[in-house]
């Protein structure tokens, strides 16, 4: 069984910033794209970056030069970066990924993490 876990959600001010984590937890698995998706209330949720198991990003515009994604792939973890962050990045950010688990590639999602930023 393979569980995503993200971390790192907070209140913050508008201008700060924040990293949120998604760790894999499980045995024998390969992680292929992970994504990182935001939802707000009354909003669908939306892709925000995306990195590839080579290391290929991409973002969605709202966030370009303000957040990053990395991943480590020894600790089975994928980060994302926030700055400058505005009142309208507000959401609940999920983890999202494609895992090779048992012969089966499968996508997983996250319980989510709760980022508020403050005017």
């Known amino acids: 069984q393979v569980q995503l876990v993200e971390s790192g959600g907070a209140l913050v001010q508008a201008g700060g910033s924040l990293r949120l984590s998604c760790a894999a937890s499980g045995s024998t698995f390969t992680i292929n794209t992970v994504g990182w998706y935001r939802q707000a209330p009354g909003n669908q949720r939306e892709l925000v970056a995306r990195?590839?198991?080579?290391?290929?990003?991409n973002y969605a515009d709202s966030v370009k030069g303000r957040f990053t994604i990395s991943r480590d792939n020894a600790k089975n973890t994928v980060y994302l970066g926030m700055n400058s962050l505005k009142p309208e990045d507000t959401a609940t950010y999920y983890c999202?990924?494609?895992?090779?688990?048992?012969?089966?590639?499968?996508?997983?999602w996250g319980q989510g993490t709760q980022v508020t930023v403050s005017s």
């Open positions: 990195i590839t198991s080579g290391g290929s990003t």
């Open positions: 999202n990924a494609d895992i090779l688990y048992g012969g089966w590639l499968r996508t997983y």
